[in-house]
């Protein structure tokens, strides 16, 4: 089976949604709207940090970009 590529050759680029409310999914997974993560201050805490690392994890999993074990 070959590969598909999304893409038209555009040098600008390819872009998925044109709004922030269209949803997309990778690897089968339930296609979601963005998600939103808090920009931390340059002198977050580490209880911050582990917040904010656990939600992007969480948002990479639930757009089915890997598996957390």
Not at 21 to 38: N, Q, R
């Amino acid at each position: 089976m070959a590969a598909e590529y999304v893409g038209n050759g555009n040098p600008d680029g390819t872009i998925f949604g044109r709004a922030y409310t269209e949803l997309i999914a990778f690897y089968g997974g339930t296609p979601l709207a963005k998600v939103s993560l808090a920009q931390l201050a340059t002198t977050a805490t580490t209880t911050q940090l582990r917040a904010e690392l656990s939600a992007l994890q969480n948002a990479l999993h639930n757009l089915g970009l890997f598996t957390i074990t």
